[in-house]
């Protein structure tokens, strides 16, 4: 399917959001009118940007509001001085999110890989600013031990978290964006894409953030606020009545065909999508039915907005 000119998209429907001294980028883009249906917000993960989600945007913007933000240090957002850990991106975000011009209107956050946590955790403490949550490939729950890590990239992700040679391997040698990016996904990069992904982090510096989200795994209870964010979340998502709609693939990499299943049954009233063969990097796999399931669950679950604006 046709992918939108991302870059013709960010210079006329883009803004950056003034954040605690830094600034994150926005693109909003949609239907003139602005006052109905529902805001989908896109949040990505690591060590992609906006970008991730410009080919399911081009199925819905014409439908839908779409609203697309690059967490901080990433995408065309600021590189501030900081440590890029998951309490840095939390409050950037929680920042953004907050300013978002869209009226009474309540979001739904269309979530991948780091930022699933994030956007659970946002709806979780922001209820009456959220009408649902959609995600995939994102850690959803803490992880005991190394051993519950998929077993593909074990090894590969407790060796990135050495602070001085994994940090070297993703730092200088740039093994996120060369490697793990293209090695998880199906769909082919073209040159252009390639250099998409590549261009926000031209170098060793640029990249603190890609190495600072492998140390953020929560495993066996470290770090701490990642743990228990997760563990939080978890909880509120078998809880809430919020919609929740999980988009899974075959046969995936974090969310596969038999952690679908089990997500399914340990979470009442989750709605789950197969959107056909894919590894991590669903956007780039399954864009169009990505977009489809989205639409459905967005006519689905309409009466949501209503409920929320009048709570």
């Not at 870059?7 to 001294?21: I, M």
């Not at 830094?22 to 109905?36: Q, Y």
């Not at 590189?79 to 999110?97: F, N, V």
């Amino acid at each position: 399917m046709a992918a939108l000119d991302w870059d013709a998209v960010t210079r006329n429907y883009g803004h950056d959001v003034p954040v605690l001294g830094s600034t994150m980028s926005v693109v909003d883009v949609g239907p003139v009118d602005r006052a109905t249906g529902p805001v989908l917000v896109f949040l990505h993960g690591n060590p992609t940007s906006s970008f991730l989600w410009r080919k399911v945007i081009a199925a819905l913007a014409s439908r839908y509001r779409c609203i697309a933000i690059d967490l901080i240090g990433m995408g065309g957002s600021g590189k501030p001085a900081i440590g890029y850990s998951w309490t840095d991106h939390r409050a950037y975000l929680t920042e953004t999110l907050d300013c978002l011009d869209v009226g009474t209107q309540p979001v739904r956050l269309v979530t991948h890989d780091w930022g699933v946590g994030l956007g659970i955790e946002y709806a979780r403490t922001h209820p009456l600013r959220v009408a649902g949550v959609a995600f995939a490939e994102g850690h959803l729950r803490p992880l005991p031990s190394w051993e519950a890590f998929d077993e593909g990239g074990r090894e590969l992700f407790r060796r990135l978290r050495d602070p001085v040679d994994g940090r070297r391997e993703v730092l200088d040698d740039d093994v996120f964006l060369t490697a793990i990016l293209p090695g998880g996904m199906h769909h082919q990069l073209t040159i252009e894409e390639a250099r998409a992904y590549r261009e926000p982090f031209p170098t060793p510096a640029s990249r603190l953030p890609i190495w600072a989200w492998v140390t953020q795994i929560p495993v066996r209870g470290d770090p701490a606020p990642v743990h228990d964010a997760l563990s939080a979340n978890y909880e509120w998502l078998a809880h809430t009545s919020t919609p929740r709609l999980l988009l899974h693939a075959h046969p995936g990499a974090i969310i596969t065909t038999a952690v679908a299943r089990e997500l399914v049954a340990d979470i009442p009233a989750i709605a789950s999508v197969d959107v056909g063969r894919g590894l991590h990097f669903l956007p780039e796999d399954q864009p169009e039915n990505m977009a489809a399931a989205l639409a459905a669950w967005a006519i689905a679950t309409a009466t949501v907005d209503e409920g929320v604006r009048g709570a």
